[in-house]
């Protein structure tokens, strides 16, 4: 009866019911308008400010203001009470409002003792202050954050290499850089000149929504060298509204049998072929792994289906360990070498690669011993012997210069405890008064140590 009287007497308060049954639950009133064209949506996280007290008496029971801190909480997830999700949903960004929250979208009939009593309904005040994106990033770390405008069809993302239409409108601090509808391979989104990033985040879009995307960091970004005509600086964060309108449905590799992931890796390997072709390394790179991803658990082959995947395999990391070399990342282009080596030990170019690798960290004795492996297969192979004579005169020159550096080192060290004794000799009164008697034999003839002669004990 007394919760009856409580939702009898919220019907006399004014405002907006916000609740999805209209059933008076959750009451706002705007206090001062917000801006922007939309507001937060589930899965971002929100930052507000908030005055709550008892609709009984007025009596202020929490405050995040007399804290002086925010509060913060993650949108229509459950982490709050019922009557948060649906009012902050609601707000614009700098909105204030006033939520009147029955119990039963509060604390209900338990209430939050001491100061919240079960049955009570609850007054909040609440600004709006910002918000951000889910964080959608591979790694989870802040450099992709997503917030949904419009939702999609539910279960419908897009595959690797899935055919896409996107509407992509670009800004950087306000100002549009990029306006256009394009159309491109999941994972290839470069060749229409947008950002990693955008290809990333698109992997957790649905079809048919539109989405504001921010993107930080060089890997999600254009980095240091942004596309000129855009006039961007360097390392720049970006906003991107991105509405992907539709997409061609591509089997992801779970769903497909032996032979459709051979083929996927084929064509994956050829594209990757393509782009080292024409200088896109990074692109090269993401076709190399996408073979990789597709092949290396499959173990369960027939003698023909397991030939082929071993020269698809050899040929991904062999080009993968190619192109990390030609960027300076050796030891990741030894990796991809040992790789190769897992699946043929006697592979010539894995050896001879992974020789390089080890001699641009200036490992010459590891460096050698691939190398002369090399020339044990091959022992025509010039460029193996070659690096052989490299690595060798390399340790020749650097055990010459450490001969040298610890020679100067002892004779610094010998001509310092000389001078040192010296000093000491000539600093203390006893030790010349000894030197002295040393120095002068019993029979007064100077410098005739006071020794037993040779016939002696004899």
């Known amino acids: 009866m007394a919760q009856e009287g409580e939702n009898k007497a919220q019907t006399s308060v004014a405002g907006e019911d916000l609740t999805p049954e209209k059933d008076g639950g959750v009451l706002k009133v705007v206090k001062r308008p917000?801006?922007?064209?939309?507001?937060?949506?589930?899965?971002?996280?929100?930052?507000?400010?908030?005055?709550?007290?008892l609709a009984e008496n007025g009596d202020k029971f929490d405050s995040s203001r007399d804290r002086g801190e925010e509060f913060s909480f993650t949108l229509g997830r459950?982490?709050?009470?019922?009557?948060?999700?649906?009012?902050?949903?609601?707000?614009?960004?700098?909105?204030?409002?006033?939520?009147?929250?029955?119990?039963?979208?509060?604390?209900?009939?338990?209430?939050?003792?001491?100061?919240?009593?079960?049955?009570?309904?609850?007054?909040?005040?609440?600004?709006?202050?910002?918000?951000?994106?889910?964080?959608?990033?591979p790694d989870k770390d802040g450099s992709i954050t997503k917030s949904t405008i419009i939702p999609g069809e539910k279960y419908t993302?897009?595959?690797?290499?899935?055919?896409?239409?996107?509407?992509?409108?670009?800004?950087?601090?306000?100002?549009?850089?990029?306006?256009?509808?394009?159309?491109?391979?999941?994972?290839?989104?470069?060749?229409?000149?947008?950002?990693?990033?955008?290809?990333k985040a698109l992997r957790r879009f649905n079809k048919g929504e539109k989405a504001m995307v921010h993107l930080k960091t060089p890997q999600m970004t254009y980095a240091r060298q942004p596309p000129a005509q855009y006039s961007l600086p360097?390392?720049?964060?970006?906003?991107?509204?991105?509405?992907?309108?539709?997409?061609?449905?591509?089997?992801?590799s779970w769903e497909m049998d032996h032979e459709e992931k051979l083929a996927a890796a084929l064509e994956a390997k050829e594209r990757g072929t393509k782009f080292f072709s024409e200088g896109k390394m990074r692109l090269a790179v993401d076709?190399?792994?996408?073979v990789v991803e597709l092949l290396e658990h499959e173990k369960e082959l027939e003698a023909d289906q397991q030939t082929r995947r071993?020269?698809?395999?050899?040929?991904?990391?062999?080009?993968?360990?190619?192109?990390?070399?030609?960027?300076?990342?050796t030891v990741a282009s030894i990796e991809q070498c040992d790789k190769v080596l897992e699946i043929n030990p006697d592979n010539v170019k894995a050896l001879y690669r992974r020789a390089q690798a080890r001699q641009q960290q200036n490992d010459d004795d590891l460096a050698i011993g691939d190398y002369k492996r090399v020339l044990e297969?091959?022992?025509?192979?010039?460029?193996?012997?070659?690096?052989?004579?490299?690595?060798?005169?390399?340790?020749?020159?650097?055990?010459?210069?450490?001969?040298?550096?610890?020679?100067?080192?002892?004779?610094?060290?010998?001509?310092?405890?000389?001078?040192?004794?010296?000093?000491?000799?000539?600093?203390?009164?006893?030790?010349?008064?000894?030197?002295?008697?040393?120095?002068?034999?019993?029979?007064?003839?100077?410098?005739?140590m006071a020794l037993p002669s040779t016939s002696e004990g004899c």
């Open 377 to 448: 297969l091959e022992p025509s192979n010039k460029a193996a012997q070659q690096g052989v004579n490299v690595c060798q005169h390399k340790l020749a020159e650097f055990k010459r210069a450490e001969k040298q550096k610890f020679a100067r080192m002892f004779d610094k060290f010998t001509a310092k405890d000389i001078k040192a004794g010296l000093e000491q000799n000539n600093a203390s009164p006893d030790a010349k008064k000894s030197s002295e008697d040393i120095g002068t034999s019993q029979n007064g003839n100077d410098h005739d």
């Open 310 to 329: 071993n020269a698809l395999m050899v040929a991904a990391h062999l080009n993968m360990s190619l192109v990390l070399l030609k960027e300076g990342e």
């Open 287 to 290: 076709k190399y792994k996408r």
């Open 78 to 137: 459950g982490q709050v009470i019922k009557a948060w999700d649906l009012g902050v949903a609601s707000m614009m960004k700098g909105e204030v409002a006033t939520l009147t929250c029955r119990a039963d979208y509060a604390y209900g009939d338990a209430g939050s003792p001491p100061k919240i009593a079960g049955g009570a309904t609850l007054v909040f005040e609440v600004e709006l202050i910002r918000w951000t994106g889910e964080d959608v990033s």
């Open 157 to 199: 993302s897009p595959s690797e290499g899935a055919p896409l239409t996107v509407h992509a409108i670009g800004s950087h601090e306000g100002r549009v850089f990029f306006d256009k509808e394009v159309e491109f391979a999941l994972g290839e989104c470069s060749e229409v000149g947008l950002p990693d990033g955008v290809d």
């Open 234 to 252: 360097a390392n720049a964060e970006l906003d991107f509204e991105l509405t992907l309108k539709n997409f061609e449905k591509v089997k992801s």
């Open 34 to 53: 917000g801006s922007g064209e939309h507001g937060p949506k589930t899965g971002d996280t929100v930052f507000v400010h908030y005055v709550g007290t």
